[in-house]
């Protein structure tokens, strides 16, 4: 059984920055894609950035500049990195690793339970 955690998440003033961490546990042998979601209240949820095995990153265009995600393959961990923080970026962010390899012959998705951000004024 795979397991996403999220954590790093809280209550940050605007222009302020989080670091939010996802550790991926369980019997891994390997993790296609990472990414970073999140969902506002009354809105759908939305991919953040995602980065694969090899380093390639992709951003939503509100944040490109702002955040940064990067990967620990060793640790099967995902960083995003959150500076001039927002009221906009107020969310649950979610983890979400794609095409993983544990047990068998095929890859599954998996998601973690979510971390919240709430960016005051």
């Known amino acids: 059984q795979v397991q996403l955690v999220e954590s790093g998440g809280g209550l940050v003033q605007a222009g302020g920055s989080l670091r939010l961490s996802c550790v991926a546990s369980?019997?891994?042998?390997?993790?296609?894609?990472m990414n970073w979601w999140r969902q506002a209240p009354g809105k759908q949820r939305e991919l953040v950035a995602g980065?694969?095995?090899?380093?390639?990153?992709s951003y939503l265009e509100a944040v490109k500049g702002r955040f940064t995600i990067s990967r620990d393959n060793a640790k099967n961990t995902v960083y995003l990195q959150m500076n001039s923080l927002a009221p906009e970026d107020t969310a649950v962010y979610y983890c979400?690793?794609?095409?993983?390899?544990?047990?068998?012959?095929?890859?599954?998705?998996?998601w973690g339970h979510g971390t919240q951000v709430t960016v005051s004024l």
């Open positions: 980065i694969n095995g090899a380093g390639i990153l």
């Open positions: 979400n690793a794609e095409g993983v390899f544990s047990r068998g012959l095929y890859s599954h998705d998996y």
């Open positions: 369980g019997t891994i042998f390997s993790i296609n894609i």
